[in-house]
């Protein structure tokens, strides 16, 4: 069964770091590329960053360059999303999704395994 299993959420304080962990099971996410999505309280889902299969990584919201970095560690079959200097207006449930494919895709549908989410709260 291919599964995708978020976590390292929590409650930090603004100006904080967390790093979310996206772990695959019953696939190689080396063969993916891998997006990190969001959704706020009230809020659509909204793309966050995204790493191709090669290496390469965009962000898709412009509020996070500068703070979030993505890598992947295909040893341990896992992508990782570093948030830095968070900000109360980051608080959301975080979602990994997997494309089969070489290139991320800043949408949604487009992608065809999720995890459940974890939440990230930024507030002091």
């Known amino acids: 069964q291919l599964q995708l299993v978020e976590s390292g959420g929590g409650l930090v304080q603004p100006g904080g770091s967390l790093r979310l962990s996206c772990v695959a099971s019953?696939?190689?996410?080396?063969?993916?590329?891998i997006g990190w999505f969001r959704q706020a309280p009230g809020k659509e889902r909204e793309g966050v960053s995204c790493?191709?299969?090669?290496?390469?990584?965009?962000h898709f919201a412009d509020s996070v360059k500068g703070r979030f970095t993505i890598s992947r560690d295909s040893a341990k079959n896992t992508v990782y999303l570093q948030m830095n200097s968070l900000k109360p207006e980051d608080t959301a449930v975080y979602y990994c999704?997997?494309?089969?494919?070489?290139?991320?895709?800043?949408?949604?549908?487009?992608?065809?395994?999720w995890g459940q989410g974890t939440q990230v709260t930024v507030s002091s």
């Open positions: 999704a997997a494309i089969a494919r070489y290139l991320c895709s800043g949408s949604e549908n487009d992608y065809d395994h």
């Open positions: 019953g696939f190689t996410l080396a063969s993916y590329a």
């Open positions: 790493i191709a299969t090669y290496g390469g990584s965009r």
